[in-house]
């Protein structure tokens, strides 16, 4: 009998297992292998289900700060099961924005957008894609062109003008003056001029403003169903969909009654002149000719409209008033701004926007506030449309970033006394705020950068110089005085102070 017919079966059955078993091993020595290759992302331990969302806080950007200290300029946390990436220095910012910048220009979907923005049809949140790049055009080239924002000067010098003699009657009848108030008036008459064709403030102001502040409070709310899908019942169970959803009913049928008005006063007038045309005038000549060869409808209409609020009254009149509590904090750097602007202008009291050219603490001044103080100290989140490496790290499609512009604004590796107030800083430096450097970004950068940029700016400028050239300004004593001084900030889509910034006026000689 030969070997072969001796020969134990069982052998056959632990041939294909030898095999499998080191193939197996070949393959876990190749992914080691090849992961050794690629950094790994350094990420703070997470828990089960929920990942880092716990370890958020209610004051995001801090929080990622304090995480960044620890973990880097790009770290990987995870919201539920989506991983996020946290960028927290310039130079990871440059990558993300400029050089992979169309990876990243999606925008990820969140339940509060859709509810007030129509599904998200607005510029900053509507998705990457043709849709985006005809709306954004738009914007661009006819609401927010140079030309555009140039044709509401008047409407700015005349709303300044109204704000400057309220501050004048605070002074007559002794009264200290509540410039928040007074700030957050003036962008929302400036915005709804220019947008709307009126004034919306006074009697019925609160059919727009009462709803728009609740919108912006519930737009910043962390919502656990973008994160945790099958816990999206929880939205309706705590009332948070339900809140949303009525307040953008108010808002919309608004924008309704605004939309129809301006139909019924076009009919018999000149469209032809879009200089003397406000957005919705704009918006609705732009329907009707199909002048971008991308036709629009009362929904966009309405989105862009929208858009034009959320960006245009509520960041500007935020900036403005950390400008004043910081320059009420600095004594010094108020005189330098009052001499400078004082000097320029001597034969007259009221500042007109070709003053402003020759301005340029005024311009540090405003840059300072803005590293220190961004509106939206973390930008609106991108998402990954693909996978794409990033500073030796792999970056998976579908990865949601977030930039924390309040971080790298505070960056101690780059900004000497990071956390100072220093106009001076700026004055013979070439950093801008536009985009082009990433060290000051409060606009972002790249395709997603905020396109009223220059909208924002010269209401900015031209309400600060008339401020400080009309008008000396103290701190009240007592509890007012304290909390005008105290720097504690809200939570919400931008960031405002907590406590009313309070303060007294008395008329420059």
């Known amino acids: 009998m030969s070997n072969s017919q001796h020969e134990n079966p069982s052998s056959w059955f632990f041939l294909p297992v030898v095999t499998f078993f080191m193939l197996f091993v070949l393959r876990t020595l190749l992914n080691l292998l090849s992961k050794s290759n690629t950094a790994k992302l350094p990420s703070p331990p997470k ?55 169309l990876v990243f220009s999606n925008r990820p979907h969140r339940k509060m957008f859709d509810i007030f923005l129509y599904g998200s049809k607005d510029v900053a949140s509507a998705p990457y894609g043709n849709y985006w790049r005809q709306i954004r055009s738009i914007s661009v080239l006819h609401l927010l ?31 200290p003056v509540n410039l928040t108030d007074l700030l957050s008036a003036l962008t929302n008459d400036i915005v709804c001029r220019a947008a709307l064709g009126r004034r919306y403030s006074g009697e019925g102001g609160s059919k727009l403003r009462e709803p728009m502040n609740e919108m912006m409070e519930l737009m910043g709310a962390s919502i656990i169903g973008d994160f945790i899908p099958w816990l999206d019942w929880f939205g309706r169970i705590n009332g948070m969909y339900g809140r949303a959803e009525k307040v953008a009913k108010q808002l919309d049928e608004f924008f309704d009654e605004v939309v129809e008005e301006h139909l019924v006063s076009k009919k018999g007038h000149d469209e032809d002149d879009e200089d003397k045309n406000d957005l919705v005038d704009t918006l609705l000549s732009i329907q009707k000719t199909n002048a971008t060869g991308f036709q629009i409808d009362k929904t966009t209409i309405k989105a862009l409209i929208l858009d034009m609020f959320v960006a245009g009254t509520e960041t500007t009149s935020s900036t403005l008033g950390w400008i004043m509590t910081e320059l009420l904090r600095h004594p010094i750097a108020m005189r330098n701004l009052q001499a400078e602007v004082r000097n320029v202008v001597t034969d007259r009291s009221h500042i007109i926007e070709e003053d402003l050219s020759s301005m340029h603490y005024l311009k540090a001044v405003i840059k300072e506030t803005l590293r220190l103080h961004p509106p939206a100290p973390v930008l609106v989140p991108r998402e990954s449309m693909e996978d794409a490496k990033v500073m030796g790290y792999d970056i998976a499609r579908g990865t949601q970033i977030i930039v924390n512009a309040w971080a790298i604004g505070r960056d101690p590796s780059f900004w000497h006394q990071s956390q100072e107030f220093q106009p001076e800083r700026f004055l013979n430096s070439s950093i801008d705020i536009k985009g082009h450097d990433f060290h000051v970004i409060p606009f972002g950068a790249g395709r997603r950068i905020c396109p009223g940029i220059n909208f924002a700016m010269i209401v900015i400028e031209l309400a600060l110089a008339n401020l400080v050239r009309q008008f000396n300004w103290r701190v009240p004593s007592g509890v007012v005085g304290d909390q005008s001084m105290n720097m504690a900030e809200t939570t919400g889509l931008a960031i405002h102070r907590k406590f009313p910034l309070i303060a007294i006026a008395s008329p420059h000689a």
């Open 145 to 175: 062109s140079a030309k555009k924002v140039q044709s509401f000067r008047a409407v700015r010098e005349e709303e300044i003008s109204i704000m400057m003699e309220r501050v004048n009657q605070c002074c007559s009848s002794s009264m």
């Open 47 to 101: 828990l089960p289900i929920i990942g880092n969302l716990h370890q958020l806080g209610t004051h995001i950007h801090c929080t990622l700060q304090s995480f960044a200290q620890n973990y880097g300029p790009l770290m990987l946390l995870h919201f539920g099961k989506v991983p996020v990436l946290v960028v927290s220095t310039a130079e990871a910012a440059r990558e993300v924005m400029k050089t992979h910048d």
